[in-house]
């Protein structure tokens, strides 16, 4: 897994095959909660790209998927946005994490 430290998620988006992405936030108890289990899910599936973002310091990075609520998981495949979700639970990372490897 990776945190980005600049705002280019189009760009790893543009040169990976799969991408998984938490958008979080340091003021977000949520987040800080569910990036362990983001992490150990990265190392579990190592062929995909695994990046946290901060929704707050990387603006354009945040616009590639729609983030309403933190923290937001969104699954990106052949430089689209396939699926994505909101909330703080293990399934929902499964959910879209499935979402992208199925096809």
């Known amino acids: ?4 430290a600049e705002d280019n998620l189009d ?6 095959e799969i991408v998984m992405v938490q958008y979080g936030a340091s003021w977000c108890g949520n987040c800080r909660l569910t990036k362990p289990k983001f992490k150990r899910l990265s190392g579990e599936n190592t062929n995909i ?3 946290y973002v901060d929704a707050e310091k990387l603006p354009k990075s945040r616009d590639l998927a729609e983030v309403n609520n933190l923290p937001t998981f969104a699954g990106f495949k052949g430089g689209k946005l396939v699926q994505q979700a909101q909330g703080n639970k293990g399934e929902i990372i499964n959910e879209v994490l499935n979402a992208v490897t199925s096809n």
Not at 11 to 16: D, F, M, S
């Open 49 to 51: 790209k695994f990046v």
């Open 11 to 16: 760009q790893i988006v543009a040169e990976n």
């Open 1 to 4: 897994m990776i945190e980005l």
